[in-house]
């Protein structure tokens, strides 16, 4: 009888220790400060900040395609519920007067250039995660711009569900509450969904990033780690940002009437920052690092 072949046992996973996090995290500003991570972040706030009226403009366009009567100021809460409200209000006051006077159509010329312009600021994160992670991205043009205008129409689908479930809520609450008896019903009363929309939309918008737009394919638990600390930072960071423009910022002393958009803008900047810098964490975990990560290393 043939002798069974045995097979080698399976490598356990290695497990990153609390000193491998640390030295990945100060390691990530090295390689942010190395490939010139606060001029990418620039280019991709200016990005995103050009891509988000027309963005919300295709929202609109689509929604009233599904439902008659878009519940704007639903969708426009869904999009800016995370943004601090100073650096919000401005910008949510604008696009009103955008959607009041504009023609939402979504099967126009305008509508195509809109899902373009927008998928310009999906592109310039494509663009910084390649660095970070030192990716070469083989992808022709028409690959990556497909992929970008593909998040935009998949986060234009994700803002009209969640428009949906605050639409229907109501209902569902009623019901509920009417089969339900006693002090159990009180709650489900004001529960919606758009608190959770606020806080899931940006995660799973983080999550699909990193994962759909490097030129190379990392897992979910190889990317979770860049994920969850842009999402802390952000958080911390917003908050902070909040109580700067409340209490400190004269940004309407220094651009008059264009404060509202520089503060919008640098809050675009703050949150691409963290976004890349959250890229790089995940790079120098993964020991991506060629010669001159090395080299910046040992001047370090």
């Not at 809109?114 to 994160?125: K, L, P, R, T």
């Not at 709650?187 to 959770?196: I, Q, Y």
């Not at 979770?224 to 940004?251: D, E, H, N």
């Given at each position: 009888?043939?002798?069974?072949?045995?097979?080698?046992?399976p490598q356990p996973v290695e497990r990153k220790s609390a000193r491998d996090f640390l030295q990945a995290f100060l390691h990530a500003f090295v390689r942010f400060n190395r490939k010139n991570?606060?001029?990418?972040?620039?280019?991709?706030?200016?990005?995103?900040?050009?891509?988000?009226?027309?963005?919300?403009?295709?929202?609109?366009?689509?929604?009233?395609?599904?439902?008659?009567?878009?519940?704007?100021?639903?969708?426009?809460?869904?999009?800016?519920?995370?943004?601090?409200?100073?650096?919000?209000?401005?910008?949510?006051?604008?696009?009103?007067?955008?959607?009041?006077?504009?023609?939402?159509?979504?099967?126009?010329?305008?509508?195509?250039?809109?899902?373009?312009?927008?998928?310009?600021?999906?592109?310039?994160?494509?663009?910084?995660?390649?660095?970070?992670?030192?990716?070469?991205?083989?992808?022709?043009?028409?690959?990556?711009?497909?992929?970008?205008?593909?998040?935009?129409?998949?986060?234009?689908?994700?803002?009209?569900?969640?428009?949906?479930?605050?639409?229907?809520?109501?209902?569902?609450?009623?019901?509920?509450?009417?089969?339900?008896?006693?002090?159990?019903?009180?709650?489900?009363?004001?529960?919606?969904?758009?608190?959770?929309?606020?806080?899931?939309?940006?995660?799973?918008?983080?999550?699909?990033?990193?994962?759909?737009?490097?030129?190379?394919?990392?897992?979910?638990?190889?990317?979770?780690?860049?994920?969850?600390?842009?999402?802390?930072?952000?958080?911390?960071?917003?908050?902070?940002?909040?109580?700067?423009?409340?209490?400190?910022?004269?940004?309407?002393?220094?651009?008059?009437?264009?404060?509202?958009?520089?503060?919008?803008?640098?809050?675009?900047?703050?949150?691409?920052?963290?976004?890349?810098?959250?890229?790089?964490?995940?790079?120098?975990?993964?020991?991506?690092?060629?010669?001159?990560?090395?080299?910046?290393?040992?001047?370090?």
């Amino acid at each position: 009888m043939p002798e069974l072949k045995r097979q080698p046992p399976p490598q356990p996973v290695e497990r990153k220790s609390a000193r491998d996090f640390l030295q990945a995290f100060l390691h990530a500003f090295v390689r942010f400060n190395r490939k010139n991570g606060a001029v990418m972040s620039s280019h991709v706030a200016m990005s995103m900040m050009m891509a988000l009226f027309p963005f919300i403009l295709f929202v609109v366009s689509l929604a009233g395609i599904i439902y008659q009567d878009v519940p704007e100021d639903v969708l426009i809460e869904l999009f800016f519920g995370y943004w601090p409200e100073d650096v919000a209000a401005p910008i949510v006051k604008e696009v009103h007067a955008v959607l009041a006077t504009a023609n939402t159509r979504l099967l126009t010329v305008g509508g195509v250039l809109a899902i373009y312009f927008a998928s310009n600021g999906v592109d310039a994160v494509r663009v910084a995660l390649c660095r970070a992670y030192h990716d070469t991205d083989p992808r022709p043009f028409w690959e990556t711009r497909a992929i970008a205008i593909g998040c935009v129409i998949v986060g234009a689908g994700a803002l009209l569900l969640a428009v949906v479930l605050e639409i229907w809520n109501p209902l569902y609450t009623n019901m509920v509450t009417a089969s339900v008896p006693g002090e159990i019903s009180s709650w489900f009363s004001g529960v919606g969904p758009s608190w959770l929309a606020i806080l899931s939309l940006p995660m799973l918008a983080v999550l699909v990033c990193h994962l759909v737009l490097p030129g190379r394919r990392h897992s979910f638990w190889q990317v979770l780690p860049g994920v969850a600390m842009t999402l802390a930072l952000w958080a911390i960071s917003g908050w902070a940002f909040s109580i700067y423009i409340a209490r400190f910022a004269t940004y309407s002393a220094t651009y008059a009437g264009l404060a509202g958009a520089m503060s919008a803008l640098i809050f675009l900047y703050l949150m691409s920052v963290i976004l890349i810098l959250g890229a790089e964490f995940n790079g120098a975990l993964l020991g991506v690092t060629d010669a001159d990560d090395d080299e910046e290393m040992s001047h370090a």
